[in-house]
Each structure stands twice: as C-alpha cells, then as structure tokens.
C-alpha cells in the first residue's frame, strides 16, 4: 500500500505531463473546451467572491470531470486528476449579484443536460501552480476572466420550471429536484449558482453543498419519523478511497450519530455528532460529512419505509492523503447501504459486527460517541 507521500508524488508527475500534454493553455489568454458543465464560487473575501465556470482544455464528453455520482470505483488518483484539469475562470463579484449577462451565462450552464462548449478569455495566461498538501481539496488552474462565451447548453426542463418560479422557497426549490430524480451534485451547482428560491444570492460551493445535503435530509425525516421501526438490528459496511464505514440500523425512533477517526502520525483524531427527531441544534464538529452521511442512511430508510436508530463510524486511514470532498461520504454510505446486511440479535453484537473489520477498537469508538446519553435508559457498561 503506497504511503500519502508517495500518492501525492504521483499526482504531481501525472500533472506534469498534463502541463506538456497542454502546454499551450499555460502560454495563452485563451482557453477553449467543454465545460461538464460546471460552475464554482468561492468562499475567500466572502460577501465579495470569486465566481466562475470549470472548463477543460479539451472537448467532447466531459461529464466524468465533475460528477461525483460517476465516480464509484475510480482511483482516488484518477479523481484528483479530474479536478486537476479543470481550469477556473474567475470574476470577483458580490454575493447579491444574481443578475446579469455572466451570471445569467453561469446559471443557463448550470441548468444544461450536456456538456457545453466555451471560449474563455483570461486577463493573463491562467497560472499552472498547484497544492498538494493533503489538507485541502485541490483545484486546477485559475485566471481572472475577461470574456466567456458557452454553446450548445441544453437546459433540464424540472431546473428550468423552479429557476422561473420566484414565489418557490429555496428549501422547496432543492426537495423537488431532488424527487424529481436531479443528481444532488446539480441541485448544489443551481443552489451556488443563485438559481432557487425568493430572495436570491449567490453561495459558496462548499456551503451550497452541506445546505443542500441538510435540506433533502430534513425532508426524508418528515416520512421516516412515521413509518414503522425495524424488528432486528442490521449492520452494513464499504471501503473507498483509504475511508472506511460501517452502519448499525437498530430497532428505535430516529436517532443518529456520526463518529469519525482519523491517523495523525501515531495517535488517533476524533469527532462525533449525534441528533434525535428534533435535529442537531449546533455546528456539527463532523461538518459537512454529518449531513453528508445521514443522507445516505436515509435514503435507504425511505426507500425501504422503515424507522431505526442508525450509528455510524467511518474510519479515515492515510491512505486518503487527498481529501476530495464530503461528495465521497455520501457515496460511499451509498454503496453500504446497497450491500447485504448482516443481522445481529441486539446493539451489542452489532457493534461488535461493525468493528471487526476497523482498525480501531470497539472502546474507541464508542468512548468518543455520544449516543448513549441520547438513548438514556442504556449505559456504556451495557454493551460489554
């Protein structure tokens, strides 16, 4: 197994010879390609950010390079380098510029079906730096546009229908694309991009991701609270990408508890979050995983019209030297939730189920979660 050192050397040789594949995108004010289409706004200077499309310097189909729910089973080498080669077009903008000819562009490219041709025209030749520190997600290259043309958008009818309809609250704008079969990763995009709701403004991709993730979860606890409880505890796992997670369903009221770990050289990091049927009432230490993964759970539980208790660990291993993103949390309790069960008699041997095939022990994990105070007629020492 390569060590983070070694994974982030090989990106970077990778990129180097995406640098001398495109040389020329390095040497050039202008940049032609097929956006996947794909937008992005930053959070840096906030309520003054930087907005702009993600455009490859090549053409054709181009979905793959910014679609998070196609990715499953891809290197997390091969996910970096898609992020690697789209290049960000930037203009800095305020939060409440929701109108106008580029914004109004970046919306009908968030709203098409298919990948988009666009000519970029940048200040100066975008720069080829990039970071690789194994602390933040990686981006491309950037430049401050001064001209951006897109063609051949073609836009969704459903994003279409709630982009024209002012008088639609932004929570119910993002519920009904997302039952109407929309990709949550387009949903965010729209959501970003000012596209939902009565009073409209622009929000930076990484907020839009947890605020969508949070809106469609607190819709599917409205119909999960009232369907009956499961009569056996289930226990589901699925590795990815050096992350690892296990389930338990148990047979009680909604209830849910996230607890993560990470390797920090010879010791361990952990956070835990945990909520009940009225939701959690603070900034949850697991960010935007908590919800991330809770949407994933519940898809299931929705799906399957059951109510259970639901306790998660997922465990970071450094073998994740990259991170790309709270998209592979979903995803991933996405495939768990996919796989088989294994059922247990009671909560205890479900643990049990749930760790055997974790590096970390039963009394860690269970030491740092805080579910036990939740379920209140339990004690630790009774699942010993």
């Known amino acids: 197994m390569p060590n983070s050192q070694e994974i ?60 998070p729910e196609k990715w499953s089973g891809k290197s997390l080498e091969e996910i970096v380098n898609f992020r690697l080669s789209l290049v960000r077009g930037i203009q800095k903008l305020s939060i409440h510029t929701t109108e106008g000819r580029f914004i109004e562009n970046l919306q009908e490219l968030s709203m098409s079906s298919k990948p988009s041709d666009s000519e970029i025209t940048f200040d100066k030749s975008p720069s080829s730096n990039i970071s690789l520190d194994g602390e933040s997600i990686p981006f491309g290259p950037s430049g401050i ?45 729209c959501f970003s991009i000012g596209m939902m709701g009565q009073h409209r403004k622009l929000v930076p991709t990484k907020w839009s991701i947890t605020a969508t993730d949070d809106i469609i979860t607190k819709s599917l606890i409205e119909k999960i609270v009232e369907y009956p409880l499961i009569d056996s505890c289930r226990v589901f796992s699925f590795s990815h990408l050096g992350n690892y997670f296990s ?18 050289g010879e010791s361990l990091g952990f956070g835990s979050d945990s909520e009940d049927a009225r939701g959690i009432d603070h900034p949850p230490e697991t960010a935007g995983a908590y919800f991330a993964a809770k949407l994933g759970v519940l898809e299931y539980l929705e799906k399957n019209q059951i109510q259970s208790g639901v306790i998660i660990f997922r465990e970071i291993r450094p073998e994740y030297s990259i991170p790309v993103g ?57 699942f010993f």
């Open 8 to 67: 982030r050397r090989s990106i970077a040789e990778k990129w180097q010879e995406n640098i001398s594949k495109y040389g020329n995108l390095f040497s050039s004010e202008n940049l032609s390609g097929t956006s996947p289409p794909s937008v992005f706004i930053g959070s840096y200077n906030y309520p003054q950010v930087f907005v702009g499309p993600l455009v490859p310097p090549i053409h054709g189909d181009t979905q793959i390079l910014d679609s």
């Open 145 to 189: 546009i001064k001209n951006a043309k897109f063609s051949g958008t073609s836009s969704v009818r459903t994003i279409e229908k709630v982009f024209y309809d002012n008088d639609l609250k932004a929570q119910d704008a993002v519920v009904q694309l997302y039952n109407s079969g929309i990709d949550i990763s387009k949903i965010q995009k």
């Open 247 to 264: 389930v338990i369903l148990f047979p009680h009221r909604w209830i849910y508890e996230f607890t993560e770990a990470w390797f920090s």
């Open 326 to 382: 709270v998209w592979q949390v979903r995803e991933g309790i996405r495939h768990a939730m996919s796989q088989v069960p294994i059922f247990a008699d009671s909560l205890d041997d479900s643990i049990n189920l749930a760790v055997a095939h974790l590096s970390i022990s039963k009394v860690e994990w269970l030491s740092h979660g805080k579910i036990f105070d939740l379920l209140r007629q339990k004690t630790l020492s009774d």
